[in-house]
């Protein structure tokens, strides 16, 4: 069997990138963001910035950062089905009727890698930052959504740090790219067009990869257009931007890694 050699490098594989000005982000329990690249990129920023070389298909680069995903949303829901069923719709609902930009917190602290209670991190996180602490679970929901995509604002921008190209466009695969609150937040807060799709992207790679040891299919670039014209995807168009460029000044005040 011919696999892209990780699950990650065959998902980016499967992203159906029209050119090669572009990022991906792998969403799902954790979240990774990167580029693909001819070389690695390794130099003084990549190692202060924590980024990361990997291998990819056809010897390409995969410059990476792994950060928090869908982890946080995970361990809430578990604490709020003690008290009866809760799916992530109607995690996504209460979301979007809770206010906007109440609290923010930095996904990648500490206090969020094992908490005994999730929640409760989050609102000690907010307390300590002495900002509104959040009840309900609108409240915390979208203060992770958010906190999430003001996250990939940050490392996508030391991302364009580290690239030889200007990136265009934010490819979102994965589990993660189906919740399109998070990408309609994501695309505001980057202020890039966001991709959805598709969300099985690593079985999709590894099709690609079989069909290319069979002497199926040879191109990269014909790969991803098969996936374009097979896969439905979604395009989010950012608006609201300068709410979310003032929003994001907020975040990075209260960005700070806290213990558990």
């Not at 995969?62 to 995970?74: H, P």
């Not at 509104?132 to 921008?157: D, H, M, T």
Request: charged share 20%; glycine share 6%.
């Amino acid at each position: 069997i011919a696999v892209a050699g990780h699950d990650t490098a065959s998902a980016v594989l499967a992203v159906p990138a029209e050119s090669a000005h572009f990022a991906y982000l792998s969403s799902g329990t954790w979240s990774l963001i990167g580029i693909e690249s001819d070389e690695p990129v390794i130099n003084e920023e990549t190692f202060a910035l924590n980024f990361t070389n990997e291998g990819g298909a056809d010897g390409s680069i995969r410059l990476l950062k792994n950060i928090c995903g869908m982890w946080l949303i995970e361990q809430c829901k578990k604490e709020w089905e003690r008290s009866g069923p809760v799916t992530y719709d109607e995690i996504v609902t209460a979301a979007q009727q809770a206010p906007p930009f109440q609290c923010f917190i930095n996904p990648d602290a500490s206090c969020f890698a094992s908490p005994v209670s999730m929640i409760t991190a989050i609102q000690d996180y907010c307390r300590q930052t002495g900002q509104f602490v959040p009840e309900n679970i609108g409240e915390i929901a979208r203060c992770i959504y958010e906190s999430l995509a003001l996250r990939y604002k940050q490392v996508l921008q030391h991302l364009q740090e580290l690239a030889s190209f200007p990136i265009e466009k934010l490819h979102i695969i994965g589990g993660g790219s189906k919740n399109n609150m998070l990408n309609t937040f994501t695309a505001n807060a980057i202020g890039l067009p966001v991709v959805a799709g598709p969300s099985e992207a690593t079985a999709i790679g590894n099709l690609l990869m079989q069909a290319k040891a069979a002497g199926l299919i040879t191109e990269k670039n014909a790969m991803r257009r098969l996936v374009r014209n097979s896969v439905e995807l979604e395009t989010f168009t950012p608006s609201e931007t300068n709410t979310w460029h003032n929003q994001y000044q907020r975040y990075l005040e209260v960005f700070r890694d806290i213990q558990s």
